[in-house]
Nanobody, 124 residues
Framework: QLQLVESGGGLVQPGGSLRLSCAASGFTLGDYAIGWFRQAPGKEREGVSCISRRGGTTYYADSVKDRFTISRDNAKNTVYLQMNSLKPEDTAVYYC?????????????????WGQGTQVTVSS
């Protein structure tokens, strides 16, 4: 069964850090580009970051640039999202997704597989 599983979410104070993980089972993650998306309460899901199959190309939404870092370890079949200097507006459910197409980094419609999400809450 093809599956993506996110982990690492939780409650953190403003200015704190979290590292999210996206683990794949049932397929080779290195065959896919990966994106991270998030959905805050009452808002539409938005793209956060993405990384190419071998990790050579990354992209960040302006709202997280210089604070978040995406990386991957294909040997471990896992992609990470390091989130630093967290703000209350980063509160959301975070999803990872896998796509085969080369382009469309933050276009949700091009992704083939999605995880169930992990909650990140930034609050004092």
């Amino acid at each position: 069964q093809l599956q993506l599983v996110e982990s690492g979410g939780g409650l953190v104070q403003p200015g704190g850090s979290l590292r999210l993980s996206c683990a794949a089972s049932g397929f080779t993650l290195g065959d896919y580009a990966i994106g991270w998306f998030r959905q805050a309460p009452g808002k539409e899901r938005e793209g956060v970051s993405c990384i190419s199959r071998r990790g050579g190309t990354t992209y960040y939404a302006d709202s997280v640039k210089d604070r978040f870092t995406i990386s991957r370890d294909n040997a471990k079949n896992t992609v990470y999202l390091q989130m630093n200097s967290l703000k209350p507006e980063d509160t959301a459910v975070y999803y990872c997704a896998a796509r085969t197409v080369v382009g469309g980094c933050l276009l949700q419609g091009v992704y083939n597989y999605w995880g169930q999400g992990t909650q990140v809450t930034v609050s004092s």
